[in-house]
């Protein structure tokens, strides 16, 4: 079955960057589109990017362009997510979502989630 | 896009049916999810393209709409299906509504 764990969560402090990872399992990682979406208390869900399933293309959310960026190692069935500078603006669950892809054609809705990676951003 | 459910609450009874509204501030064509979610999970996926179960979602979940209203109907609500819903669109970058709360009356 599908899997999606992630993991680099923590408490980290103010101004420090932040890595997460998304190994995936039970599916053709090289076919589909993945995504990073977080849950904030307050916010509530939000779209953070999108990789392409060759990595060629990334797409990210107005707010948070220039400040994130998603990768991924289809060799490594991983895709990733980094931050340079964090605020605790950024204090959230972040998941890794597979993208509903029917054939070549992402639909950009998110058909697995992985269980969330909790971050707390706090001096 | 700018996604308002309402109502924010509902209190019902298993059994009973519910109705869950999601309103979209321009057109989204048919491009609308809804997803599950209960604490400490994460969202499930129910629905797609406005009407479309997701894989291995009972029948008694159906959504309908077009253009910027929609609905999630449950006929007859389990115990198991008491939890939050959040509608999302995909006509312009993903956004998501604030949810609906389902609780037991």
């Known amino acids: 079955q599908v899997q999606l764990v992630e993991s680099g969560g923590g408490v980290v402090q103010p101004g420090r960057s932040l890595r997460l990872s998304c190994a995936a399992s039970g599916f053709t990682f090289s076919d589909s589109a993945m995504h990073w979406l977080r849950q904030a208390p307050v916010k509530g869900l939000e779209w953070v990017a999108v990789?392409?399933?060759?990595?060629?293309?990334?797409y990210y959310a107005d707010s948070m362009k220039g400040q994130f960026t998603i990768s991924r190692d289809n060799s490594k069935n991983t895709v990733y997510l980094q931050k340079k500078t964090l605020t605790t603006e950024d204090t959230a669950v972040y998941y890794c979502?597979?993208?509903?892809?029917?054939?070549?054609?992402?639909?950009?809705?998110?058909?697995?989630w992985g269980q969330g990676a909790v971050v707390t951003v706090s001096s | 896009i700018v996604l308002t459910q309402s109502p924010a609450t509902l209190s019902l009874s298993p059994g009973d049916r519910a109705t869950l509204s999601c309103r979209a501030s321009?057109?989204?064509?048919?491009?609308l999810a809804w997803y599950q979610q209960k604490p400490g999970q994460a969202p499930r996926l129910l629905i797609y393209g406005a009407s479309n179960r997701a894989t291995g979602i009972p029948t008694r979940f159906s959504g309908s709409g077009s253009g910027t209203d929609f609905t999630l109907t449950i006929s007859s609500l389990e115990p198991e299906d008491f939890a939050v819903y959040y509608c999302?669109?995909?006509?312009?970058?993903?956004?998501f509504g604030g949810g609906t709360r389902v609780d037991i009356k």
């Open positions: 321009q057109s989204v064509s048919s491009y």
């Open positions: 999302q669109q995909r006509s312009d970058w993903p956004t």
């Open positions: 990789i392409s399933p060759d990595g060629r293309s990334q």
């Open positions: 979502a597979r993208d509903l892809t029917f054939g070549t054609m992402a639909q950009g809705y998110f058909d697995s």
